[in-house]
T-cell receptor, first 114, second 109 residues
């Protein structure tokens, strides 16, 4: 089983619908992240959390919200999906105090908004 | 602004050597990362450089020049499984990663 698990792996939805992407990890890491990846662009950080009571906006947080339900769970919500939120979304974790900053990614959630 | 530049695509031959370059401009600097991403899969960590010089790890090596804002990833004895995208990312003064768009490496027999 993967250490960082994302659900759903694929989702097609319509404009205006609420969508939740879920991430759970068994690595015991404190830090969790949500990124989106678009063709021709680098990974862009949406939100990140350094522990259960800590939530921080990333580069492109508008239109998204997150919830850190437990150390192991970090979910991303799109309250009212729009077509330009069509992308591949990755959850990632890292270890607190890890100077190399190595990220461990989930397998990705491909979201299509029609 | 902050920026990472790397070639969009490169082609190399199985068994050969290829160098993938990356230049960066960031507000402060706390290290340079290389990740490998096979099509449809998650990125996986390859290397981290924070001091100038070459770090070797098996067939893969990564080089950093902080004064030039430049790094490269060197892949030796290329194998077909090395066909992937290679992502360069620099960590800024706030310990945030700035990602390049990735270099798609195509290996031909």
């Amino acid at each position: 089983d993967a250490d960082v698990t994302q659900t759903p792996r694929n989702r097609i939805t319509k404009t205006g619908k609420r969508i939740m992407l879920e991430c759970s990890q068994t690595k015991g890491h404190d830090r969790m992240y949500w990124y989106r990846q678009d063709p021709g662009l680098g990974l862009r950080l949406i939100y990140y959390s350094f522990d259960v009571k800590d939530i921080n906006k990333g580069e492109i947080s508008d239109g998204y919200s997150v919830s850190r339900q437990a150390q192991a769970k970090f979910s991303l919500s799109l309250e009212s999906a729009i077509p330009n939120q069509t992308a591949l979304y990755f959850c990632a974790t890292s270890e607190r105090g890890q100077d190399t900053g190595e990220l461990f990614f989930g397998e990705g959630s491909r979201l299509t908004v029609l | 602004g902050q920026n990472i530049d790397q070639p969009t695509e490169m082609t190399a031959t199985e068994g050969a050597i290829v160098q993938i370059n990356c230049t960066y401009q960031t507000s402060g600097f706390n290290g340079l990362f290389w990740y490998q991403q096979h099509a449809g899969e998650a990125p996986t960590f390859l290397s981290y450089n924070v001091l100038d010089g070459l770090e070797e790890k098996g067939r893969f090596s990564s080089f950093l020049s902080r004064s030039k804002g430049y790094s490269y990833l060197l892949l030796k004895e290329l194998q077909m499984k090395d066909s992937a995208s290679y992502l360069c990312a620099a960590m800024d003064s706030n310990y945030q990663l700035i990602w390049g768009a990735g270099t798609k490496l195509i290996i031909k027999p």
